[in-house]
T-cell receptor, first 114, second 111 residues
Framework: AQSVTQLGSHVSVSEGALVLLRCNYSSSVPPYLFWYVQYPNQGLQLLLKYTSAATLVKGINGFEAEFKKSETSFHLTKPSAHMSDAAEYFCAASGGTSYGKLTFGQGTILTVHP | DAGVTQSPTHLIKTRGQQVTLRCSPKSGHDTVSWYQQALGQGPQFIFQYYEEEERQRGNFPDRFSGHQFPNYSSELNVNALLLGDSALYLC???FGAGELFFGEGSRLTVL
C-alpha cells in the first residue's frame, strides 16, 4: 500500500531563513505528488504538484519541491521564510499516475519566529 | 465562481447518533471525494463518488456511507457515532480524475 512519511512533525525557523520540509513516499511506480498547506480552521490549499513532468516544481508563495526518484523524496523548500508561512503542511501521493485517491502524510507544523 | 462548499461547519453529536454532512462541488466538477482528518493527523480517504456511484473506498467501516445527487452534490452519512469519529471532514471535488479542490470542512464533535 502507498504510504507517505513526513520527517519532523514540527519545524521552527527564523523569518528570512530557509524552509525545508521533508517528505518520502513508498511506491515502486512514481505517483503524482502534492504539497498542501492548511491554515487554522481552514481546508487544504494546493501549493504545488509533481505529475511526471519537470522534477523541480515551482508553486505558489515562493515554494518549490524537487522530485528525486532515487531517494523516493519530494522535499518542500522556500529560500526565505515569511511570518505568513506559519501553517501546517501536508505531503500527499496519488495511487498512481492520476489525481485519484490521495494518501497524506502526518503533517508538519511550521513555526516562523521573528 | 464558488468553490467547494460544505455544511454545516460545526456540529456536536452524542455517541450512537447519526450525522449527515453535505458538500456542493466547485462549478464544472462532477466527482466528489470525502476525507476524515482527526486532530493532529493527515486526512484519510473515505470514498469517492462519480456518476452517483461509489467508485473508490478507503478503509472505513460500513457505518460510513454516502450519496451523490444528479447535480453532483454529495452527502456523507455516519451511523452509530463513536467518540473516535470526532474529526474534521473534508470534501474535495474534481472534474473526473483531475486536480482536487478542497472545501473548508465540517468539524464533528462526538460526546
Amino acid at each position: 500500500a502507498q504510504s507517505v512519511t513526513q520527517l519532523g512533525s514540527h519545524v521552527s525557523v527564523s523569518e528570512g531563513a530557509l524552509v525545508l520540509l521533508r517528505c518520502n513516499y513508498s511506491s515502486s511506480v512514481p505517483p503524482y505528488l502534492f504539497w498542501y498547506v492548511q491554515y487554522p480552521n481552514q481546508g487544504l490549499q494546493l501549493l504545488l504538484k509533481y505529475t511526471s513532468a519537470a522534477t523541480l516544481v515551482k508553486g505558489i508563495n515562493g515554494f518549490e519541491a524537487e522530485f528525486k526518484k532515487s531517494e523516493t523524496s519530494f522535499h518542500l523548500t522556500k529560500p526565505s521564510a515569511h511570518m505568513s508561512d506559519a501553517a501546517e503542511y501536508f505531503c500527499a501521493a496519488s495511487g498512481g499516475t492520476s489525481y485519484g485517491k490521495l494518501t497524506f502524510g502526518q503533517g508538519t507544523i511550521l513555526t516562523v519566529h521573528p | 465562481d464558488a468553490g467547494v462548499t460544505q455544511s454545516p461547519t460545526h456540529l456536536i453529536k452524542t455517541r450512537g447518533q447519526q450525522v449527515t454532512l453535505r458538500c456542493s462541488p466547485k462549478s464544472g466538477h462532477d466527482t466528489v471525494s470525502w476525507y476524515q482528518q482527526a486532530l493532529g493527523q493527515g486526512p484519510q480517504f473515505i470514498f469517492q463518488y462519480y456518476e452517483e456511484e461509489e467508485r473508490q473506498r478507503g478503509n472505513f467501516p460500513d457505518r460510513f456511507s454516502g450519496h451523490q445527487f444528479p447535480n453532483y452534490s454529495s452527502e456523507l452519512n455516519v451511523n452509530a457515532l463513536l467518540l473516535g469519529d470526532s474529526a474534521l471532514y473534508l470534501c474535495a471535488s474534481s472534474f473526473g480524475a483531475g486536480e482536487l479542490f478542497f472545501g473548508e470542512g465540517s468539524r464533528l464533535t462526538v460526546l
